[in-house]
């Protein structure tokens, strides 16, 4: 599938490039945390040459890449803000209707076009709320150069690669590539509408190719989507690239139990935060050998 919006890094030699996957306030609270307890062994992956968002990792990554510091980011994207809402009822029913549509659709041009319909159809909050959700939490935030945010045109189920040159608010961008169908609403920019980047995959992680290496964070959550990670990887190993893929340890699952399963509920962040960090302590070495080698 050809994106309908290209970007130019592909062109311009990299040397890191970071890639923070979906998967809701787990998401978030994980992917906030690993990235802060590397940082606290010295491994600043602010610097990135190239950051790529999808729907929650759109979130962190928006925040990251405009290298405020460290306190700074832990208090955006951890706390739960008080006019933050959660999603009502449980996310049960809505992963057995994805699972459905990944069982029965033919082409995965059809099981994202199915996945606008549920996005479109679904009783969520309002886009308003939705954008004042998105801005309540990571405030309002310029485009960095080395930031790419992925949605879905629900017009042509095609995925987009917005960034710093492509005109879009970067505000906008985030909240459209977080707009999980079933959960939160599509959201409007110009004339067209878009929702959550995951639809086509939860990393996206083949816009990294060209990177000597490429850090992926995958939070794992039971989400099946058109396109596959281990396929991404296998196709940035071919070009050249280094990957080293990361996904929460069973601490941080059986903690996300704990706190009732629902990976979108903002409450979760801040324990959840709190195991990222200590296991981006416990694989600090790994990491730095991997990204700080030449």
Not at 170 to 189: D, H
Not at 200 to 214: C, F, L, Q, T, W
Request: hydrophobic residues 35%; contains cysteine.
């Amino acid at each position: 599938m050809n994106d309908v919006l290209k970007t130019s890094h592909q062109q311009n030699l990299l040397t890191t490039a970071l890639v923070l996957g979906g998967g809701g306030s787990m998401g978030i609270g994980w992917e906030t945390g690993y990235l802060a307890g590397l940082a606290d062994r010295g491994i600043d992956t602010r610097l990135a040459d190239l950051v790529v968002g999808t729907s929650a990792g759109s979130q962190v990554g928006a925040v990251i890449s405009s290298r405020m510091p460290w306190d700074d980011i832990w208090e955006r994207l951890v706390y739960p803000k008080p006019a933050e809402k959660s999603p009502s009822g449980s996310l049960g029913s809505l992963f057995v209707e994805y699972d459905e549509i990944a069982a029965s659709s033919k082409t995965p041009e059809e099981w994202i076009q199915r996945l606008g319909k549920l996005a479109t159809e679904s009783k969520t909050m309002t886009e308003n709320e939705q954008f004042s959700r998105i801005r309540t939490k990571i405030g309002d935030l310029q485009w960095a150069q080395s930031l790419r945010i992925t949605a879905i045109d629900l017009t042509t189920s095609q995925r987009v690669v917005w960034e710093s040159n492509s005109g879009i608010e970067l505000l906008r961008a985030v909240s459209a590539s977080s707009s999980l169908p079933g959960v939160w609403p599509p959201t409007t920019i110009g004339s067209r509408q878009y929702f959550d980047g995951g639809a086509h995959s939860m990393e996206n992680a083949d816009i990294a190719e060209g990177a000597s290496k490429v850090l992926i964070l995958s939070v794992g959550l039971p989400v099946k989507t058109p396109f596959k990670l281990e396929d991404q990887i296998r196709r940035l190993q071919e070009s050249g690239s280094k990957v080293e893929l990361v996904k929460p340890n069973k601490k941080t699952y059986a903690a996300l139990q704990q706190l009732g399963g629902n990976p979108v509920d903002p409450q979760i962040r801040p324990v959840i935060a709190a195991c990222g960090r200590e296991q981006g302590h416990e694989d600090a070495e790994r990491i730095a050998q991997f990204w700080n080698q030449s």
